[in-house]
C-alpha cells in the first residue's frame, strides 16, 4: 500500500449492520404481542413499508451518486419504518404508510446527508407529518381484539388497507379510540379521569389493557438492548423517570384531572419511544450527561403535550423538540477530560 | 390614534438618542478592521494582491477600495475570512494558481550567482543573506516563498523548491472517506 | 467491596469490568497472549547483518566514529555525541557484537512514513568478541543524580516502553525532587509478552536496578505495577522484592493500563495535570526493560545493545521471546519464527493497538522495539458514516470526545480540533477499536496533530515574517530619511558657499565660513539682495569672478544709504552673536585644543570685523556701528597693519604670513597646543582664502555652517585635530629628514676627519643607514599620500 495505515490494526468486530439487527431482533416481542392483540394489520403495513424504502433508499442513493451498496443494507432504514409501522393505526390505509415512509426517509434523511447526518428523528418526522396531514385517519385505531371480539386475519387486513372496506364487517365495530384519546374526549365531556379509566379497567387481559402488553414488549426487547449494549441506559431511565416523576406530582395535585403514572408509562407509543425511538444516535446526545438531560426533557415535553397539547400523543412532537436542542445540549455538557480542571 | 403616534414618535426619539450618544461614547479609534484583516493574511509580503505587502492591502480592503479575492497565497480561506470580516461578497479567486500546498522555498544556485546583491534589496523580509561580489544564500527558515527573487536574478540563479520531507516533519495523511473510495 | 459484586455481574455483562479500574473507559481486547508466553525464552540469533539507526526516535543524530572497513568488537562505542548533552539529546551507539562495518549509508526505517536516514551497517563474524565494563564503571554506590545520569548517558539508554526519550535527560539533576519511582510492568497491549518473560527471568535485575536508581535520586517510595494476567511475573517479582522498599502492585488487566497517565493514577491516585512531565510532580515511570538496562550499565559497565523481543502473531507456528540484538533485521526474527505462509504482508512493530506496519520487512530492531507481530491481513471492512453512537466516548481513557473531535478533523476545522483536547490523545486506539462504523479515529487524530503543529509552525514563521518586514520597511525609510538629510544638508552648503563667495567683498568678510547659523538668515539675505542685484545689472558685461564683487559693490553704491545701513546693521548683529557663540563654546569645550581653536577663530574673527569696518570706514557710510569697537579690539598678527584694500592681497599677504609661520613651526619640531591651534588658524586662513584647495574646508565649512550644536562643534574640532596631526607628522617627517640630513653631514665630517672607516661598524652603519633610508622613504611616500588627500 502506498499510503500508511494507522494502527490499531485490530477490532472488537461491532459495525452498523449488527447494531440496527440487533434492533430489529430486540422490536420482535413486540411485533408477536402487537399481532397477536391488534391482528395482522401490522404484518401488511410492514411488508408495504418495505417495499417503499427499497424504491426510495435506491432513487436517493442514485440521485446523491452514492454507492449503493453499503448504505442499501447497513438496515438503518429499516429501523425507521419499524418505527413509523408501530405508530400507525394498523388498518389505516396503504397510501399512510407509504407516503409517511417516503416523507420520513426522504426529508428526514436522505435531504440531510444520509446516515449519521440527519439532525431529526426520521421516524418522528414521517409520524408528524402524518399526524398533521391526515388527522382523522391517524386517529381511528383498530379496537383490540379484547373490546371487538375478532382479531382481523391477513387477507382480511390486506383487503381493509387497500381497498377501505372489509366484506362482511362496518369499520364502526372495528375501530375506536385509543386510550389516550379516551381520556382526552372525556375531560372534554367532563368526564371525570379516574371513571374513564375504571371503564377502560373493565376490558383487563392479565391486568393490563392491551396496549398496556404492547408496551410490556417494547421494554422487554429494550432491557435486552441495554444489556447488548445497543443503547444508552440514560434514554430510558432518563425518559421514564422524568414522564413518571412528572406524572406523579400532577396526580397527586389533582387525580381527577391527570391521569396516574402507570397509566402515563403504559399507554400510548411510551416505552416504543423510551426504547427505540429517543434512543436513535444520530439525532440524540452523544454525552453522557448530555443523554439524561435530553431524554428528561422528552419526557417533560411527552406529559405537557399529552395534558394540555392539542394532540393525544405528543411523543413525535416532543422528540423533534428535543432533537432542535441537541447541539447546545452536547455544547454545555462536555466531560472533564483526564488531567484537566474541569 | 393620537396616542399610538405620540407613543411611536416618543421611542423613536428615545432610540435616536440612544444611538447617538452610544455612537460617540463608544466610538472607536482608527480602523481595528484593518488589523483584523492583518492578522489573517499569509505575510508573505509578495505584493501578488498589486499592494506593496500585505498591510496596506489590509488598509485598502478595510477602506473597501480593492477586492477581496486578491490574495492569492491565502487562497480560498483566507478571501472568505476577509469576505466575513468587511461582510463584502466573497468572490471567486481569479486562479487557483495554489492548489499546490506544498511549501516551496528558494535555492540559490551557489555555482551560478554573481554576488548582484539585485535580490537581496528585493527580498521582502530580508531573508537573503550576502554582500556586493560576495555569495548569497537564502536563510530557509525565513523564506516566506513569495517569488520576488526570482525574476530579478540577472543570471536566474534562483529556483523555488519544496521542503524536504524528514521523519521529523512528515504528517500523517487523512484517512480515505468512503466517498473518495467509491470515486 | 463493591469489587467482587462487580466481578460477578461482568461474567454476564463484560463492559462492567470498565468500573474495576479507576480511568475512564478501556477495552478489552483478545489477548493472544498464550501464544508466547509459554514459550521459552530463546537464546539470542546472531543474524546475518546488523543495522544501527544513528538517529533515535527523540533528538538528533549522533555522529559516527568508525569507518566503513573497520572491525568492530562488542560493546565499542560507534557513534557519539560531541555536543553538550543538557543541550542537545543525542544518544550514543554501541555495537552489539563483534564484526566488520559494511557501510555507512542510509537505511529504511521502521517508521510510518518509510523514509530513509542513515544507518551504520555491521556484519557480525560470529564470534562476539566483546569488550568488558567499556563504560568504566566503579563498583562504587551511585549517590547523586548526576552520577547516574552520566552512566546512563553514556550507555546510551532510552526508555524501552516505546516512547524512546533519553532516560539521562528525563532524569533530574535535583536529589530528592522524584519521591516515588514506579516501575511498568503492565505491559497491557495483545501479543506481547516481552515484558512477562522478562520479569519471570531477570526480576532480580529489575529490582536491583529500582534500587539503584531510587538510591541515587534519593526516592523513598518504590511501586512496580503487574497487570493480573501475569500471575508467574507477580510471583517472580514478589519474590525478588522481599526484603526491599519495592512494592508490587497487581492491577486489572484493562487496554490501556500501561499507558503512563494511566497507571500513575491507577497506583499512586495521582492524576497527572495535561501538558505536565512526571517529574514535575515527583514521580518517574520507567520500564521494567528500562530498569534492567540501568542495572547492567551500572554494575557491569555494559551499554544497551540488546533487548527482549516478543515474535508473535496469528502467522507464526512457533512464536517465541528472545533477547535480540539491537540492530537484527525483522525478517531474520520472522524466519526464526516459521511463518505460516509466505511473509508478502508488513509486518507490525509493536503491538496491534499501538504498532507501526513497517513499509519492509528488513528493518532493524531498536532500542524501543518490543515485539514483532505478523497477523495476515483481513479484508478491511469500509468506512462507513459516524451513527454517533458514543461508543468511542465509553471506550477512551482520557475522556475526551473522540466523535466531535472526528466531525472537526473531516471538517478540517483543526483549531475546534484542537480545543477539543486533541492534544491529550495518547493514541491508544480505543476509540477505532469499539467503532461500529470502523472509521479510522486515529488515523484523523494523528494526522489533525501533524496539521496543528504545521499551523502553529507557520504561524510563528507569519508572525516572524511580518517583523522582518516591518523592520525592513522602517530601515528603508531611515536611510531615505538620512540620506534626504545628508542631501539637504549638502545643497544648503554649497548654497551657502556660492553665497559665501559674493560676500566676500566689503560687505561681507573672510569669516562668512566660520559663522554660525545665525549668519544663515543673513547670507540668505545678502544672497537674495545679490539675486536682485544681479537681475537688476544683468546688462553688466564684466565677466570673470570679480563680477559679482564688483556688481556687489557697484550695486551697493546703488543702492540707498538706509538699505546699506540696514543690511550693515543685520551683519553686525549675526557676528556679534557668532562670536558670543564662540566665546560660549570656547567656555564650554574642555578641550584644550578646541579651546584654543576659538580663541584663535575668536582673534580672526576680530581681525575681519576690523578689517572690514576699515573698508566699511573707507566707503561713504559713516554709520557707527559696533565695528569702531571690534576695530579697537587687539590684533595679534603684525600683518594686521598691512591692510589692503583688495581682499586678494589681503589673502595674499595672508598667505605669506602662514607660510612664514609654517615655517617657523617646522623648525620648531615640538608641537604644542598653541602650534596646532594656530597653524589649523593659519590653514584655514589660507584654505579661506584660495577656495581651490577642495575638501578639508569645505568640510569644515559644512559642519559649521549645517548646525550649531555641539556635536558639529565637536566635528569640526575632530577634523581641525586630524588636519593639526596631519601637520605634525608632516613637520615630524621634515625634522626627521634635517636631523639625518645632519647626522649624514655629521657622520661625513667625522669620517672626513678622521680618514678611518671601521670596517664592521661602518658596515653595520651603512645597514642602519640604509634602512633608515627605506624609512625615510616609506614615511616621504606616505606623507605624499596624506597631503594628497
Known amino acids: 500500500m502506498s499510503q500508511p495505515t494507522s494502527s490499531p490494526f485490530a477490532h472488537n468486530n461491532q459495525s452498523v449492520r449488527k447494531v440496527m439487527m440487533q434492533v430489529q431482533i430486540a422490536a420482535l416481542p413486540a411485533l408477536l404481542t402487537h399481532i397477536y392483540l391488534f391482528g395482522f394489520g401490522i404484518v401488511v403495513q410492514w411488508l408495504l413499508a418495505i417495499a417503499t424504502m427499497l424504491v426510495v433508499e435506491y432513487i436517493m442513493l442514485k440521485l446523491r451518486g452514492r454507492p449503493i451498496m453499503p448504505f442499501m443494507t447497513d438496515m438503518s432504514a429499516l429501523i425507521t419504518i419499524t418505527g413509523l409501522v408501530f405508530c400507525i393505526p394498523p388498518e389505516a390505509p396503504w397510501w399512510i404508510i407509504v407516503s409517511g415512509s417516503a416523507f420520513a426517509l426522504v426529508f428526514g434523511k436522505h435531504l440531510y446527508g444520509g446516515l449519521g447526518y440527519n439532525p431529526f428523528n426520521p421516524a418522528m418526522l414521517g409520524y408528524a407529518f402524518l399526524l398533521i ?175 394540555w397539547g392539542a394532540f393525544p400523543d405528543g411523543i413525535a412532537f416532543a422528540i423533534i423538540l428535543m432533537n432542535i436542542a441537541v447541539p447546545l445540549i452536547d455544547q454545555y455538557t462536555q466531560p472533564r477530560v483526564f488531567g484537566h480542571q474541569r | 390614534m393620537i396616542e399610538a ?23 472607536v479609534e482608527g480602523n481595528p478592521m484593518s488589523e483584523q484583516i492583518d492578522k489573517i493574511l499569509p505575510q508573505t509580503q509578495c505584493g501578488q494582491c498589486g499592494f506593496p505587502g500585505c498591510k496596506p492591502y489590509a488598509d485598502a480592503l478595510a477602506e473597501d477600495k480593492t477586492e477581496v479575492n486578491l ?113 | 467491596m463493591l469489587r467482587p459484586f462487580i466481578e460477578q455481574i461482568a461474567k454476564i455483562y463484560p463492559t462492567a469490568k470498565r468500573y474495576l479500574h479507576v480511568f475512564h473507559g478501556g477495552v478489552f481486547p483478545k489477548y493472544n497472549k498464550e501464544l508466547s508466553a509459554n514459550q521459552p525464552v530463546r537464546t539470542q540469533i546472531i543474524p546475518n547483518k546488523l543495522i544501527l539507526p544513528l538517529q533515535q526516535q527523540v533528538g538528533l543524530a549522533a555522529e559516527v566514529l568508525v569507518n566503513v572497513g573497520d572491525y568492530v568488537k562488542k560493546n565499542q562505542l560507534l557513534a557519539k555525541s560531541s555536543k553538550d548533552p543538557k543541550k542537545a539529546l543525542i544518544v550514543p551507539m554501541h555495537a552489539p557484537t563483534s564484526g566488520v562495518i559494511e557501510s555507512i549509508e542510509p537505511a529504511i526505517l521502521a517508521h510510518p512514513s ?30 547523586t543524580p548526576d552520577q547516574l545520569k552520566d552512566i546512563l548517558f553514556h550507555a546510551g539508554i532510552i526508555g524501552m516502553g516505546g516512547a524512546g526519550f533519553p532516560t539521562y535527560a528525563k532524569i533530574p539533576s535535583r536529589p530528592g525532587q522524584i519521591h516515588t519511582l514506579l516501575i511498568n510492568g503492565a505491559e497491557c497491549e495483545p501479543f506481547i509478552t516481552c515484558d512477562d518473560l522478562l520479569m519471570q527471568t531477570q526480576a532480580d535485575e529489575i529490582v536491583q536496578g529500582a534500587l539503584i536508581t531510587a538510591k541515587a535520586l534519593g526516592s523513598s517510595k518504590i511501586i512496580c505495577g503487574i497487570e493480573s494476567n501475569k500471575p508467574t511475573a507477580i510471583k517472580a517479582m514478589t519474590q525478588a522484592a522481599i526484603g526491599t522498599i519495592v512494592e508490587i502492585k497487581t492491577v486489572e488487566s484493562v487496554y490501556p493500563m500501561g499507558g503512563q497517565k494511566q497507571l500513575t493514577l491507577e497506583l499512586t491516585g495521582i492524576e497527572m495535570p495535561h501538558k505536565t512531565h512526571a517529574v514535575d510532580i515527583g514521580l518517574l515511570m520507567m520500564n521494567v526493560a528500562t530498569f534492567t538496562a540501568i542495572y547492567r550499565a551500572v554494575m557491569f559497565g555494559e551499554p544497551l545493545t540488546a533487548r527482549m523481543v516478543t515474535v508473535s502473531g496469528l502467522g507464526f507456528n512457533k512464536p517465541f521471546n528472545s533477547v535480540a540484538m539491537i540492530g537484527t533485521p525483522f525478517s ?39 515485539c514483532v507481530l505478523a497477523n495476515p491481513p483481513e479484508p478491511v471492512d469500509m468506512q462507513m458514516p459516524c451513527i454517533r453512537c458514543g461508543e468511542c466516548m465509553d471506550a477512551c481513557p482520557v475522556n475526551l470526545l473522540p466523535q466531535q473531535m472526528y466531525f472537526h478533523a473531516q471538517a478540517h476545522e483543526f483549531d475546534k480540533v484542537e480545543k477539543l483536547n486533541v492534544f491529550d490523545c495518547i493514541e491508544c486506539g480505543c476509540c477505532s477499536f469499539v467503532c461500529p462504523s470502523h472509521i479510522p479515529l486515529v488515523q484523523y487524530y494523528r494526522h489533525s496533530k501533524s496539521e496543528l503543529k504545521e499551523i502553529h509552525a507557520e504561524q510563528k514563521a507569519v508572525d516572524l515574517a511580518k517583523e522582518r ?102 551683519k553686525q548683529a549675526t557676528q556679534q552673536s557668532a562670536q558670543q557663540d564662540l566665546e560660549q563654546g ?184 640604509a634602512a633608515r633610508q627605506r624609512a625615510a622613504l616609506r614615511k616621504t611616500q606616505k606623507n605624499q599620500t596624506n597631503s594628497d588627500e
Not at chain 1, 447488548?228 to 431511565?237: A, G, L, N
Not at chain 1, 403504559?266 to 448530555?290: E, H, N, Q, W
Not at chain 3, 509486518?347 to 528493518?363: E, I, R, S, W, Y
Request: contains cysteine.
Open chain 1, 133 to 307: 396531514s391526515f388527522p382523522v385517519q391517524m386517529t381511528t385505531w383498530t379496537l383490540p381484539v379484547d373490546l371487538s371480539g375478532h382479531t382481523l386475519n391477513f387477507i382480511e387486513s390486506a383487503h381493509y388497507i387497500f381497498t377501505g372496506q372489509i366484506p362482511g364487517y362496518s369499520l364502526d365495530a372495528l375501530t375506536g379510540a385509543t386510550p389516550l384519546n379516551e381520556v382526552r374526549n372525556g375531560l372534554s365531556q367532563g368526564l371525570n379521569v379516574t371513571e374513564t379509566i375504571t371503564e377502560q379497567t373493565k376490558n383487563q387481559l392479565f391486568g393490563l389493557t392491551s396496549w398496556g402488553w404492547v408496551n410490556v414488549a417494547f421494554m422487554i426487547g429494550g432491557l435486552w438492548m441495554i444489556y447488548s449494549r445497543v443503547i444508552s441506559w440514560q434514554f430510558p431511565i432518563g425518559f421514564l423517570g422524568a414522564l413518571a416523576l412528572i406524572s406523579f406530582i400532577f396526580h397527586q395535585y389533582d387525580p381527577s384531572v391527570y391521569p396516574p403514572t402507570s397509566f402515563m408509562l403504559f399507554t400510548g407509543g411510551t416505552m416504543l419511544a423510551a426504547f427505540f425511538i429517543i434512543t436513535d444516535p444520530v439525532t440524540a446526545s452523544t454525552t453522557p450527561k448530555g443523554k439524561l438531560i435530553y431524554a428528561c426533557g422528552i419526557g417533560v415535553l411527552v406529559y405537557v403535550i399529552r395534558q
Open chain 2, 5 to 27: 403616534i405620540l407613543i411611536f414618535l416618543g421611542l423613536a426619539i428615545l432610540f435616536g438618542l440612544l444611538l447617538g450618544y452610544a455612537s460617540i461614547r463608544f466610538k
Open chain 2, 71 to 183: 490574495c492569492i497565497p491565502g487562497g480560498n480561506e483566507v478571501m472568505i475570512q476577509i469576505s466575513e470580516i468587511t461582510g463584502l461578497e466573497p468572490k471567486q479567486m481569479d486562479e487557483t494558481a495554489t492548489e499546490t500546498k506544498t511549501k516551496e522555498t528558494a535555492y540559490i544556485n551557489e555555482d551560478l550567482c554573481i554576488g548582484c546583491v539585485l535580490c537581496i534589496k528585493e527580498c521582502p523580509v530580508d531573508a537573503i543573506l550576502g554582500a556586493t561580489k560576495l555569495m548569497h544564500t537564502v536563510i530557509q527558515q525565513e523564506c516566506t516563498g513569495c517569488e520576488k527573487c526570482v525574476p530579478v536574478c540577472p543570471v536566474d540563479c534562483i529556483e523555488m523548491l519544496p521542503q524536504h520531507v524528514t521523519p521529523k516533519n512528515w504528517k500523517w495523511p487523512e484517512p480515505v472517506t468512503i466517498k473518495e473510495a467509491s470515486k
Open chain 3, 114 to 143: 518509510g523514509l530513509l536516514d542513515m544507518a551504520i551497517t555491521l556484519k557480525p563474524d560470529g564470534k562476539n568478541i566483546t569488550i568488558e565494563n567499556v563504560l568504566n564503571v566503579s563498583k562504587q554506590p551511585i549517590e
Open chain 3, 332 to 370: 531474520e526474527l520472522a524466519e526464526a519464527a516459521e511463518p505460516k505462509s509466505k511473509l508478502d504482508y508488513p509486518l507490525v512493530m509493536g503491538g496491534p493497538m499501538m504498532g507501526v506496519k513497517v513499509k519492509d520487512n528488513g528493518v532493524p530492531i531498536t532500542k524501543t522495539t518490543n
Open chain 3, 469 to 570: 518586514h516591518e523592520f525592513r520597511t522602517a530601515r528603508i525609510e531611515r536611510e531615505k530619511a538620512e540620506r534626504e538629510a545628508r542631501l539637504k544638508a549638502k545643497k544648503e552648503a554649497v548654497k551657502k558657499q556660492s553665497a559665501a563667495k559674493p560676500a566676500d567683498n566689503p560687505a561681507n568678510n573672510a569669516d562668512t565660513p566660520k559663522k554660525k547659523p545665525a549668519s544663515s538668515a543673513a547670507a540668505a539675505a545678502a544672497r537674495a539682495a545679490a539675486a536682485r542685484r544681479a537681475a537688476k545689472t544683468n546688462q553688466d558685461s564684466a565677466t570673470g569672478s570679480t563680477q559679482t564683487p564688483e556688481t556687489s559693490a557697484s550695486s551697493e553704491e546703488k543702492m540707498p544709504s538706509a538699505r546699506l545701513k540696514a543690511i550693515e546693521a543685520a
Open chain 3, 586 to 769: 570656547s567656555e564650554k569645550t574642555t578641550d584644550p585644543k578646541v579651546a584654543a581653536r576659538n580663541a584663535a577663530m575668536l582673534a580672526a574673527k576680530k581681525r575681519a570685523a576690523a578689517k572690514k569696518a576699515e573698508k566699511v570706514a573707507e566707503t561713504e557710510s559713516d554709520t557707527s556701528t559696533p565695528v569702531d569697537a571690534v576695530n579697537a579690539l587687539d590684533t595679534e598678527k603684525p600683518d594686521q597693519t598691512t591692510i589692503k584694500k583688495d581682499p586678494k592681497q589681503a589673502a595674499k599677504a595672508a598667505a605669506m604670513a602662514a607660510a612664514k609661520k609654517r615655517a617657523q613651526a617646522k623648525i620648531e619640531k615640538k608641537a604644542n597646543a598653541e602650534k596646532p591651534s594656530e597653524s589649523v588658524n593659519t590653514t584655514n586662513k589660507t584654505e579661506d582664502a584660495s577656495p581651490s584647495q577642495p575638501e578639508p574646508s569645505q568640510m569644515v565649512d559644512l559642519t559649521q555652517q549645517t548646525t550649531e550644536t555641539d556635536a558639529s562643534r565637536k566635528e569640526a574640532a575632530r577634523k581641525a585635530a586630524k588636519l593639526a596631526a596631519k601637520e605634525a607628522t608632516k613637520k615630524r617627517a621634515d625634522a626627521a629628514r634635517v636631523t639625518k640630513q645632519q647626522a649624514e653631514a655629521e657622520r661625513a665630517e667625522t669620517i672626513e676627519r678622521t680618514g678611518q672607516v671601521d670596517p664592521v661598524t661602518d658596515k653595520r652603519n651603512k645597514a642602519v643607514e
